[in-house]
């Protein structure tokens, strides 16, 4: 693959997509921008194109368009502007593009990720959720269509750095790397670590999304709080280095210094530092594997003092043990798992439930998809009717909850 990239960034408004436009601007002999996406936010969008100068963009509906358009600086020729999900996924597959930033958040951003991956691209896979709902199909594109799979969430990012150099490792690998143990993934614990219990139900939006280490969209910091991130993350982790669940350890880590490790069947560790910033993560993908300059400052251990671990209470964190249950259970639950929090989480984050309603009604909905029994879902519409019929199980759960 040559060393420069023609990128599309799926979401591009959003914190990665923001995160990865800082990276890009740094490389522009090695970082071209080809295409950008965004569902709102439509004139951040069109400051964007200006600046990296993006041939093509791709918004929700017409209304978008006339707000790109009204938006966009006179005198300056006009990018193409595509219109719907149909354009998104087709632009994820360009023959212009080298790379796919998938950056969308939630299983909308499945269709065009699983798109990069069909058309061979690089991609740079953020958007855990496609994962979750659809991890066979995506690693099997993966494979079929020699594509190459970066993950860029910073935890499996930073597995993946430490794994052995091997030509399968991005390439969707059908066994556990050789002479590895397990997968230790490290968790903040998010802002209520140690808010007592009886609190809880009393949190509001706000503080749900003021993480302590990280920046990042309201619907991910959410997830961290209840860590139903981690749970994502754990799913995720299963199918990127196809790794049983036995074999994956969840460690709170408060500092978010050391970004997970992998254990050796020798005794040894290997671990990934720095600091909690998206953009190291990402120029890795970009420049991969190549090194370099994020912008990301350097991480002063001396400052640190200590690192501490401790094991994830499930109790404290019902969304963790749910996820657990949802992944040993098949596609049907995680797929399942992930609706039921999409449509929890937006409804908390509209004051519409509290945020201990949020595992009730994965819980909900969880037993509801084992009741239904449903075969495992072999193509993407499969996957999209089990997201939806979950959506509507969810949203009607949350107007009696
Ligand atoms: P965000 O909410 O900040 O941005 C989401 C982007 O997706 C925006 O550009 C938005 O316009 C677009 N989008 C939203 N709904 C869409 C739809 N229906 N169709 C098309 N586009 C749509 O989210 P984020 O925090 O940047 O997270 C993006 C993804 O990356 C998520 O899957 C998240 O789990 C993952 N991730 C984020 C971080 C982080 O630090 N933010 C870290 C690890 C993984
Ligand atoms: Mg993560």
Not at 58 to 81: K, S, T
Not at 292 to 315: A, K, M
Not at 330 to 358: D, H, M, P, S, W
Request: aromatic share 4%.
């Amino acid at each position: 693959m040559s060393a420069v990239q023609h990128l599309c960034i799926l979401g591009s408004t959003g914190s990665i997509g923001v995160s990865t436009l800082d990276v890009v601007a740094r490389h522009p002999e090695r970082l071209k921008v080809h295409a950008l996406t965004a569902h709102s936010r439509i004139e951040t969008l069109a400051a964007q194109a200006v600046r990296h100068a993006a041939r093509v963009v791709v918004v929700p509906d017409d209304a978008a368009r006339q707000r790109f358009l009204a938006a966009w600086p006179a005198g300056r020729p006009v990018p193409e502007i595509r219109v719907g999900a149909q354009a998104l996924a087709d632009t994820a597959a360009d023959p212009d593009v080298t790379a796919v930033m998938a950056a969308i958040v939630g299983a909308a951003g499945l269709p065009g990720a699983l798109a990069a991956a069909r058309a061979g691209k690089r991609v740079l896979l953020a958007n855990k959720e496609a994962l979750v709902a659809a991890g066979g199909l995506f690693m099997q594109a993966v494979r079929n269509h020699g594509a190459e799979l970066l993950p860029i969430d910073s935890e499996h990012n930073a597995i993946f750095q430490c794994l052995p150099q091997s030509a399968e490792r991005a390439h969707a690998p059908t066994q556990p790397a050789p002479g590895v143990r397990r997968l230790l993934l490290t968790a903040s614990g998010g802002p209520f670590r140690r808010t007592a219990l009886d609190q809880l139900e009393h949190v509001t939006p706000d503080q749900a999304c003021a993480h302590p280490n990280w920046r990042m969209g309201r619907k991910i910091s959410v997830d961290s709080a209840t860590m139903l991130n981690k749970g994502l993350e754990v799913i995720e982790a299963h199918w990127l280095f196809a790794m049983p669940m036995e074999r994956i350890q969840v460690v709170i880590h408060p500092q978010s210094v050391v970004h997970s490790m992998v254990e050796y069947t020798d005794g040894s560790i290997l671990a990934q530092l720095g600091q909690p910033d998206m953009r190291t993560p990402i120029a890795y993908g970009l420049a991969y594997p190549d090194r370099i300059d994020s912008g990301v400052g350097l991480l002063e251990l001396t400052r640190l003092g200590h690192l501490d671990f401790e094991t994830p209470d499930l109790q404290r964190f019902p969304c963790l043990g749910l996820s657990l249950d949802a992944l040993k259970q098949g596609q049907e639950a995680c797929i399942a798992l992930n609706a039921a929090n999409e449509i929890a989480v937006a409804g908390f984050l509209q004051g519409k439930i509290r945020y201990t309603q949020i595992p009730e009604i994965i819980a909900h909905c969880l037993n509801e998809s084992a009741r239904l029994d449903s075969s495992i879902p072999s193509s993407l519409d499969e996957v999209l009717y089990l997201d939806a019929r979950t959506r509507r199980t969810a949203a009607g759960y949350c107007q009696f909850a």
